[in-house]
């Protein structure tokens, strides 16, 4: 969601992404819900996931989504790949 993201250190398999699916799509809930199923989860409000470790980064809302220093953050975590899944969604200095 716009207002935050899930951390989910237990990772998220096909059923929770099952879950995850239908909250959003038919529910039309928001994603802080996740951490009321699972327990592992940790709801961010209002913050940005590019300083979480990770293997793969996804920016994929709007443009300039992932900054310089937000692409350091990954670097310095030793992620293995950004993906752009939107129209221009990381800055030059990304």
Known sequence: NSGGYIHDADGIDADKLAFI???????????SEYVNQYSSAIYHAGERPWSVNCDIALPCATQNELNGNEAQALINNNFIAVAEGANMPTTPEA
């Open 21 to 31: 699916m239908n909250l959003k799509n038919v529910k039309r809930g928001r994603i």
